[in-house]
């Protein structure tokens, strides 16, 4: 069953970003992961305004995801966060086809 990583972000510092950016792409492909939603705009229909950057990543299991973030390969771009960004993260499963 899939799971979902998503991030509520706001950039603190543009460089450090694109840096951590790349550098968490390849991680995310290199377990299995791909992203669904990568900070386009958001439209808001309920409640107040989004105030972050919102990006979705899907993952064949939890147990991957789980992988990816305490892997080794993803601990140099976790350093690179640290001053890049300002997030809020959450692990979600997702739902067996019917």
């Not at 991680?27 to 989004?50: D, K, M, N, W």
């Not at 789980?66 to 997702?94: D, H, I």
């Amino acid at each position: 069953m899939s799971a979902y990583v998503i991030s509520e972000v706001e950039v603190r510092d543009q460089a450090a970003m694109e840096a951590y950016r790349t550098l968490a792409a390849q991680t995310i492909a290199q377990y299995g992961g791909c992203y669904l939603v990568r900070g386009g705009p958001a439209e808001v229909l309920e409640g107040g305004p989004p105030s972050k950057t919102i990006i979705i990543v899907e993952f064949p299991s939890m147990a991957r995801a789980r992988e990816w973030y305490a892997s080794p390969e993803y601990a140099a771009a976790l350093k690179l966060r640290q001053t890049a960004l300002e997030r809020r993260l959450l692990f979600v499963e997702g739902v067996i086809p019917a």
